[in-house]
Structure formats: structure tokens, C-alpha cells
């Protein structure tokens, strides 16, 4: 398995096939891969649907397509059901993240999602993620788990993307009555001809189709992301996954997709600011590979707000050594600067993280000129 951490999206029909709460029946085969993923020490996380199918029978509505307002007490009812499903098939715990897609495109909200994700991953932990559906107005939401299981993909900063389908892959036509129709096990580009391949779904279970898939897995190779679209409810296709074997469609990324991922902080944000640093923290960050504390900080330069990018300093040459995304206002690391973490509660009265740029955050940068 060519990956370090994963996002694996589960559909509802997976979770609640009959649309009369949840089951074990394909869930079971899914979370023994993520064991088996987690024992060969990769890191997983689920986006799972299913709160809507898994609370359906527990509303009367009264018609085939329930109103918004019922649909999200289904959500509701449905969503402890879902995540009581999950946790019955795994040891270690599970979390519950429910967000929108506003909470996404908020950049203090965004670095929140990320440093949770950073810190259950650290503890073995299995987040697993929905849209926040009871909350979700239209225009806040992603709509469907394909696109918000890339979404995730990115906050997360994963690898790969899995998206369980209820047919084996992408065929090159409709192969429900179709016999001559053959899957594609490697798309090189997604093309408007791979979107009309794709059509549409016919499940009704189901909030997205194939199209949504593909969407997602655009989104996800675009930022670096290998994308497999395989069937979840066969437990041999698992068993292929985990010898290295693709049993579905591949979307591979681009070695241009990963290099622009790397280099999207350093080219693509623009900087709002400028930390300062003393040598011994210049040292710590350029030498020992570690995150940016507040101790070594000794100026900051601008006006910026968490969450914004900003450039690190060394004091002695003013040279720019790094480039980051800062976890702290200016504001605030005005009061910090030059303290222990352990002190940032007592000066701020809140610490949402103990350093003011974590590692994955941030990107060395060797020689300003050369670049
Ligand atoms: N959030 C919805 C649910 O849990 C599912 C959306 C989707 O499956 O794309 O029911």
C-alpha cells in the first residue's frame, strides 16, 4: 500500500443498506482494513454517511422525498447510530467531527479541523467525519461525502483517497444491463467525456453518483492525492488493497500535482507577516526539524490573524529561513513571544495549540535568492 494516511469515504448504502438503520454486514469487512491499515502503520480516517438512511424509519414523513427539516432530524436521530455502528467494529476509539463546508472555507475554523485531525491521529485515534447536516443550510454545504471525503483529504493533508462505491470502479459505459461495458482501472485525466462515462446513480439510498466521485477524486489528484474508486461491498476488493493490488479505477496524482502540493505554501500563500527569530530557534527549526515555538520568537512584523501565512526570520541576517501557517493573531504572539508554551494560557486565557507553527505547517525555505 503506497500511502501514509488515507481518507476512506463510506456511502450510506454501505452503512445502512436497507435504509432501516445501520448494519454491520459491509461495515465489518471496511473497518478490518482500517485495522489492518493502522496495524502497517498507516494513519486512516473515515468520512462515513448514513445518518440520514440509518434515522429514516425513526421520523414519520409521509412522502418518498422527505422535507429538509425532516431529512436533518433523520441526520439527528441518525448519526449516533452511525458512529455506535462504527465503534462497535474497532478497539482503539472513535471521534466524531461533524462539519460544513462554511466551516471549510473559514480559515481560523479550517486550522481547527486540521490541528484536531493532527492530534486524534496522534493518539490512534479513528476520526471519523460528516457534513453537520441538522446546521448545513444550502448554501454552507458540500452536499455530498464524495466531495467532502476530498475536502478532508486536504485539510488532513492525506496521501490517498478511497471512495467506496457500490460498483467496482468507472466503466466506459453504463454496465447495469450492460455486458460489454469494461472498467477503467487507471484514469490518467479526467476529461467532460470521463464526466458523461460517469452518468448518474440510480441508488436511492445514495446522496451522490458516480459524477460526484469523479469530482472528487479531481479535486483530490489536483492537490496530490491518489484517488481509488472501488467497490465496498466485496471484502475481497480489501484484501487486494492490501497487497498493493488496484481492484477498482485509479486516479493516480500528477508528480507535478505532489510537487505543487509541497510547494503551494511556499509559492501559492502570500505572507501577512514576519516572525523573528532567535538562533537557537533558528537552529531548532532549520537543523532539528521541529515546530516554532513562542520562546524563540523575538519580533513580530505585521498584522495578521491565525490561520494566515507568514515568514520566518532569522534575526541575525534577516534572511527568510521558513514560511508557515501561524496558529496565533499578532496580536497575540505580541504577549507570547519570547514565553514557554506552558505559559500561554496563563498570559491569553485560552491555548488552542502549543506551537506557533507546527512542522507539517511549514516549509524550509534554504535560499531566499535561488528561488
Ligand atoms: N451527510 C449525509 C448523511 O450522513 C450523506 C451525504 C452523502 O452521502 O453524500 O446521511
Known sequence: MNFNRAVIKVGSALVAPDANGCSGKYIQAIAAFVSACQAAGKEIILVSSGSVAAGRSLIKHGSPIPSIET??????????QMMANWQRFFEVPCSQLLITHGDLKNRQRYINIKNTIRVLLANGIIPIVNENDTVATEELKVGDNDNLGALVALVSEADALFILSDIDGVYDQDPRGNPNAKMLPEIEKITEKIYAMAGTTSNPIATGGMKTKIQAAEKAVENGITTYIVNGHKPEVFEKLLKGENPGTCFQ??????KARKNWLKHTLKSSGQLVLDIGAVNAVVNKGASLLPSGIVAIKGQFAAGDSVDVINTQDNSIIAKGICQYSARDLQRIKGHNSDQIFDILGYRPSKVIIHRDDMV????QDSE
Open 364 to 367: 524550509i525555505i534554504p535560499n
Open 71 to 80: 431529512k436533518q432530524a433523520m441526520a439527528s436521530i441518525g448519526q449516533m
Open 253 to 258: 496524482a500528477s508528480l507535478e500535482a505532489t
